[in-house]
């Protein structure tokens, strides 16, 4: 984010002796970080209600097929309209001996705490007991039955999973060859990889690593939640293409909290699970960070790719990642209205990179979410500055005189566009300007005021017009300066969690 920062000093280089004069133009900063918060603390404040069975069973039609949107190990998920707005409703199976209130009520506790973009917002619960009649040897016994329920926020787009081509589908490789000094082979993987195009793809590797690691840091108490069944089919997106982690903690919710199990059983999904989960039955973090990998594998290169990069691993790596690079320039120049650059190709080789230490055998040569998020947001901050990105900032001007203001911007043009540049402000008047950031090789140093911005303004006559306003007409006049510094603020989401 771009900033014109509030602290200033003003300069007054006069032509004229005249009395000293108060500058007509006031600086106010953009108000996007205000309207962040704004959001963040309105998603806050938002209460995890209590849903009669009676209302789920109305805004679900009986839980009828027709509304059945998924299932999985522990319920079934409907899909419902609860006071105009969709909702999905998990029912609980009945028949579950592995849920028992204390764990049910304990792990409920910590999915309220959870509050962040990229997790599934949970909206309201449902806890009702009941008493049903039956025959047992021909007597009549009264069976305590208890529904639970837990309803989230809707996701129009549905799983991940739905947006990966090829998944556990038998695709062909196309094997092509070029000529240098010697044969080489590629593989490109035929219509597998995501669907969309890297921009949006970037954005659901970055959201995905977002959630996992607020999960992984805790929600305050010094408890942290590991998911152990991270895949595509958990994690569902919004009509923007923004992912959220779901069914998160399910052998936690279910089952004890313990660093390590020693019973036989195991939660989770082959494929997805981390070689020291299944030989030895081992929970860490770095369970789900191998999990994490697997995902951005198969939004690269598709799961013949992660096939192949697993059977190479004896290949140098760098091999691999041009071969992915390869496979995405392709697909970039292929994709109609589609811009790319080299920052594009930096980023599918930075992402290749996490994918391929996130499944190293070893846990401990695995790196930490947090390691993952502070590589992404050096990337996503060189992204914004690519040739096809920009950041700008809006500066208010007020004329509180009773005169008209004349007022020129001057900058390093190079690197900054204000705009509008010159013009005239109608007393007791205001005028916006907005002053853009131009396309950077590199991004700017973070928090760094090595720019200024100067605002130069003098008193003019009504019928002076901003066409007079010359280099020469601001040498001869007295002229007012305002100067301000310039900053790039690299802000991470963390900065606004108003929730630590």
Same mark, same amino acid.
């Given at each position: 984010?771009?900033?014109?920062?509030?602290?200033?000093?003003?300069?007054? *280089?006069?032509?004229?002796?005249?009395?000293?004069?108060?500058?007509?133009?006031?600086?106010?900063?953009?108000?996007?970080v205000?309207?962040?918060?704004?959001?963040i603390?309105?998603?806050?404040?938002?209460?995890?209600?209590?849903?009669?069975?009676?209302l789920?069973?109305?805004?679900?039609?009986?839980?009828?097929?027709?509304l059945?949107?998924?299932?999985?190990g522990?319920?079934?998920? #409907? *899909?419902?309209?609860?006071?105009?707005?969709e909702?999905?409703?998990?029912?609980?199976?009945?028949?579950n001996?592995?849920?028992d209130?204390?764990?049910?009520? @304990?792990?409920?506790?910590?999915?309220?705490?959870?509050?962040?973009?990229?997790?599934?917002?949970?909206?309201? #619960?449902?806890?009702?007991?009941? &008493?049903?009649?039956?025959?047992? @040897?021909?007597q009549?016994?009264?069976?305590?039955?208890?529904?639970?329920?837990?309803c989230?926020e809707?996701?129009p787009?549905g799983?991940?999973?739905? &947006?990966?081509?090829?998944?556990?589908?038998?695709?062909?490789?196309?094997?092509? #060859?070029?000529?240098?000094?010697?044969?080489?082979n590629?593989?490109?993987?035929?219509?597998?990889?995501?669907?969309?195009?890297w921009?949006?793809?970037?954005?659901?590797?970055?959201?995905?690593?977002?959630g996992?690691?607020?999960?992984?840091?805790?929600?305050?108490?010094?408890?942290?939640?590991?998911?152990?069944?991270l895949? !595509?089919? @958990?994690?569902l997106?919004?009509?923007?293409?923004?992912?959220?982690?779901?069914?998160?903690?399910?052998? *936690? $919710?279910?089952?004890?909290?313990?660093?390590?199990?020693?019973?036989?059983?195991?939660e989770?999904?082959?494929?997805f699970?981390?070689?020291? +989960?299944?030989?030895?039955?081992?929970?860490?973090?770095?369970?789900?960070?191998?999990?994490?990998?697997v995902?951005?594998? +198969?939004?690269?290169?598709?799961?013949?790719?992660?096939?192949? #990069?697993?059977?190479?691993?004896?290949? !140098?790596?760098?091999?691999?990642?041009?071969?992915?690079?390869?496979?995405?320039?392709?697909?970039?120049?292929?994709?109609?209205? +589609?811009?790319?650059?080299k920052?594009?190709?930096?980023?599918?080789?930075i992402?290749?990179?996490?994918?391929?230490?996130c499944?190293?055998?070893?846990?401990?040569?695995?790196?930490?979410t947090?390691?993952?998020?502070?590589?992404? &947001?050096?990337?996503?901050?060189?992204?914004?500055?690519?040739?096809?990105?920009?950041?700008?900032?809006?500066?208010?001007l007020?004329?509180?005189?009773?005169?008209?203001?004349?007022? @020129?911007?001057?900058?390093?043009?190079?690197?900054?566009?204000?705009? !509008?540049?010159?013009?005239?402000?109608?007393?007791?008047?205001?005028?916006y300007?907005?002053?853009?950031?131009?396309?950077?090789?590199?991004?700017?140093?973070?928090?760094?005021? $090595?720019?200024?911005?100067?605002?130069?303004?003098?008193?003019?006559?009504?019928?002076?017009?901003?066409?007079?306003i010359?280099? &020469?007409?601001?040498?001869?006049a007295?002229?007012?300066e305002?100067?301000?510094?310039?900053?790039?603020?690299?802000?991470?989401?963390?900065?606004?969690?108003?929730?630590?």
């Amino acid at each position: 984010m771009l900033q014109v920062m509030h602290r200033w000093s003003r300069r007054r *280089r006069p032509v004229q002796k005249r009395g000293k004069r108060t500058s007509p133009f006031r600086h106010r900063a953009s108000p996007l970080v205000l309207q962040i918060y704004e959001h963040i603390v309105f998603i806050l404040e938002e209460e995890v209600t209590g849903i009669e069975l009676n209302l789920l069973e109305k805004v679900t039609n009986q839980f009828s097929e027709e509304l059945k949107i998924g299932s999985g190990g522990f319920g079934e998920v #409907y *899909r419902g309209v609860l006071n105009g707005c969709e909702i999905a409703v998990k029912k609980l199976y009945l028949t579950n001996r592995s849920i028992d209130d204390k764990s049910f009520t @304990n792990e409920f506790r910590q999915l309220m705490k959870v509050q962040h973009e990229n997790i599934i917002r949970l909206i309201g #619960y449902c806890y009702e007991i009941r &008493h049903k009649h039956t025959k047992d @040897n021909g007597q009549l016994v009264f069976s305590q039955v208890i529904d639970r329920a837990l309803c989230f926020e809707y996701m129009p787009e549905g799983s991940l999973a739905k &947006h990966i081509s090829g998944i556990d589908v038998g695709l062909p490789l196309i094997q092509l #060859y070029y000529l240098s000094s010697e044969y080489h082979n590629i593989f490109l993987w035929a219509d597998e990889s995501c669907k969309h195009d890297w921009s949006t793809t970037f954005k659901i590797i970055k959201g995905t690593c977002e959630g996992l690691h607020y999960l992984h840091r805790g929600t305050g108490d010094g408890k942290h939640i590991y998911h152990l069944d991270l895949k !595509p089919d @958990n994690i569902l997106l919004d009509k923007d293409m923004v992912p959220k982690i779901a069914d998160f903690g399910l052998s *936690r $919710l279910f089952g004890e909290s313990k660093t390590h199990i020693t019973n036989t059983r195991m939660e989770g999904t082959l494929g997805f699970m981390a070689p020291e +989960y299944i030989h030895e039955c081992a929970i860490s973090p770095k369970n789900d960070v191998f999990s994490l990998g697997v995902i951005i594998f +198969y939004l690269l290169a598709g799961q013949k790719g992660y096939n192949d #990069y697993c059977e190479s691993r004896s290949s !140098p790596g760098q091999q691999f990642i041009d071969r992915v690079q390869e496979y995405w320039k392709k697909r970039m120049r292929a994709s109609v209205g +589609y811009t790319w650059d080299k920052i594009d190709l930096l980023a599918v080789k930075i992402c290749t990179e996490i994918a391929m230490s996130c499944v190293e055998k070893e846990r401990r040569d695995r790196p930490s979410t947090n390691k993952i998020i502070d590589e992404l &947001h050096q990337l996503d901050a060189q992204m914004q500055m690519s040739k096809k990105d920009s950041e700008s900032v809006t500066g208010l001007l007020t004329n509180m005189t009773e005169n008209s203001i004349a007022f @020129n911007v001057k900058t390093n043009k190079r690197k900054y566009s204000p705009q !509008p540049s010159k013009g005239i402000i109608p007393p007791c008047s205001k005028s916006y300007i907005i002053v853009t950031l131009r396309a950077q090789e590199e991004a700017p140093p973070n928090m760094q005021c $090595l720019d200024t911005l100067i605002v130069q303004s003098t008193r003019v006559s009504e019928d002076f017009t901003s066409q007079e306003i010359t280099q &020469h007409f601001l040498e001869e006049a007295e002229v007012d300066e305002v100067i301000l510094p310039i900053a790039y603020v690299a802000f991470e989401k963390s900065d606004l969690d108003v929730s630590k």
